[in-house]
């Protein structure tokens, strides 16, 4: 499978985005599929995940109440809609896909990623 991450951008704190990862030779229902965020001169985070199965959904902390991860199946995409969006959410985004249905807040669990996209959160 192929992933193709979108809808970052510059946004005011307390705004909101929806990103975007569209599948490709593949499709998001045979995968169980993550968003991760590298901040500036960070490591790269786990932030949400959803279980192939479309019924499970993990959030780091710092994220909930905040973000929602979603799975369109007719458009084979996955989305991340951000809410509130503070500037520590300043990051670049990736999504990525997973034969795994088990410990999907860990990058190593992950067989396939996508480029990422720039989302900063600033006044």
């Known amino acids: 499978v192929q992933l193709q991450a979108s809808g970052g951008g510059l946004v005011q704190p307390g705004g909101s985005l929806i990103l975007s990862c569209v599948a490709s030779?593949?499709?998001?229902?045979?995968?169980?599929m993550g968003w991760f965020r590298q901040p500036p001169g960070k490591e790269r985070e786990f932030v949400s995940a959803l279980h192939w199965g479309g019924y499970e959904k993990i959030y780091t902390d710092s994220v909930k109440g905040r973000f929602t991860i979603s799975r369109q199946n007719a458009k084979n995409t996955v989305y991340l809609r951000m809410n509130n969006l503070k500037p520590e959410d300043t990051a670049v985004y990736f999504c990525?896909?997973?034969?795994?249905?088990?410990?999907?807040?860990?990058?190593?669990?992950?067989?396939?990623w996508g480029q990422g996209t720039q989302v900063t959160v600033s006044s």
């Open positions: 990525a896909a997973s034969h795994s249905s088990a410990d999907l807040d860990l990058e190593y669990e992950y067989d396939y």
């Open positions: 030779e593949g499709s998001v229902t045979d995968y169980s």
